[in-house]
């Protein structure tokens, strides 16, 4: 799919790997919305794009189902309709063992990258069906094909993410619809610069 005049939307759009999506969807002529939980983020995102009205950004926490709903809703009535679907918001943080993992981490954790996922996915799907065409991308993980120690709920949803990807892959293939995961190994983000030393702590690496 060219991306000339195509609607993309991006999630956690407003820094590291979603913002270099996002960049390079608007070079190739595409209309873009971003999500992301600080308005600064996103303001100061738009202004580095210079894109104009070519880009929109919508502030919103992925872990909130509304919020995620809505970000898909914003998009169409701003442009119009969305073409392309790119679930990038998610990360881990607060690691612990797994036998110190408490109900609200794990459950954070699901609601930040697979649930997050789901909720995008189902309204997009929505908008697209009818069009019979669409692109969703899922930005899952190395980890998805993998184990980490103190990272199980992290590893559990990206693992989960390339299974979904797969059943919606072969439900939509024939509407029209691809459906694919990205599995990026470790991208040195503010997220990563920020936790980097908690993390190797957390796993017995310092």
Known sequence: ???????????????????????????EGAKVSLNG??????????AQFGAGDSAAFF?????????????????????GRIDVLVNNAGGAKDLQPTANLSDEEWTLVMNWNLNSNFWATRR????????KSGRII????????HGKPVFTAYVAAKHAING????????????GITVNSICPGL???DI???????TAKAMGMS
């Open 1 to 27: 799919m060219k991306l000339q005049d195509r609607v993309v939307a991006v999630t956690g759009g407003t820094q590291g790997i979603g913002r270099g999506i996002a960049a390079a969807a608007l070079a």
């Open 37 to 46: 939980r600080s308005k600064d983020k996103g303001e100061k995102a738009l």
């Open 59 to 79: 502030p919103g926490d992925v872990t909130v189902q509304s919020d995620v709903e809505d970000f898909i809703e914003q998009t169409v009535a701003t442009f």
């Open 124 to 131: 997009a799907l929505q908008h697209m069906l009818p069009n």
């Open 138 to 145: 899922n930005i899952s993980s190395v980890e998805g094909k």
């Open 164 to 175: 979904m990807t797969k059943s919606i892959a072969r439900e939509v293939g024939t509407e």
């Open 187 to 189: 991208v040195i983000t």
């Open 192 to 198: 990563i610069k920020d936790n980097g030393p908690a």
